[in-house]
């Protein structure tokens, strides 16, 4: 199984920016898939989490109204829609597979781990 996540950039303050995460090995409509970013000098942090086989999700109250977890079945795509970014944003972001049914905000419970995404927002 490998997760790979792409689309990150320097962007300024205020701009939009989709992340992308493809899969090759696992259907990741079959898979609960999760969002987590990691600031420099920080612990990795939970952003965003989409339900197996739905799309139910939530996402963290830092990035509540401003990101959007998705997924595109057809392309067998995960996506996050970041927009109004902030420079708090800066982090790298990573994509995560688990297999349990529910919705998860701990790292704990994901199995599979993309390589990262850099994303600088700018003041």
């Known amino acids: 199984v490998q997760l790979q996540a792409f689309g990150g950039g320097l962007v300024q303050a205020g701009d939009s920016l989709r992340l992308s995460c493809t899969a090759s090995?696992?259907?990741?409509?079959?898979?609960?898939m999760g969002w987590f970013r990691q600031a420099p000098g920080k612990e990795r942090e939970f952003v965003a989490t989409?339900?197996?086989?739905?799309?139910?999700?939530i996402h963290s109250p830092s990035v509540q109204d401003r990101f959007t977890i998705s997924r595109d079945n057809a392309k067998n795509t995960l996506y996050l829609q970041m927009n109004s970014l902030k420079p708090e944003d800066t982090a790298v972001y990573y994509c995560?597979?688990?297999?349990?049914?529910?919705?998860?905000?701990?790292?704990?419970?994901?199995?599979?781990w993309g390589q990262g995404t850099q994303v600088t927002v700018s003041s």
């Open positions: 090995g696992i259907t990741l409509n079959n898979y609960g």
């Open positions: 989409i339900m197996r086989h739905s799309t139910t999700s």
């Open positions: 995560a597979s688990t297999d349990r049914a529910g919705l998860y905000v701990t790292e704990d419970y994901y199995s599979y």
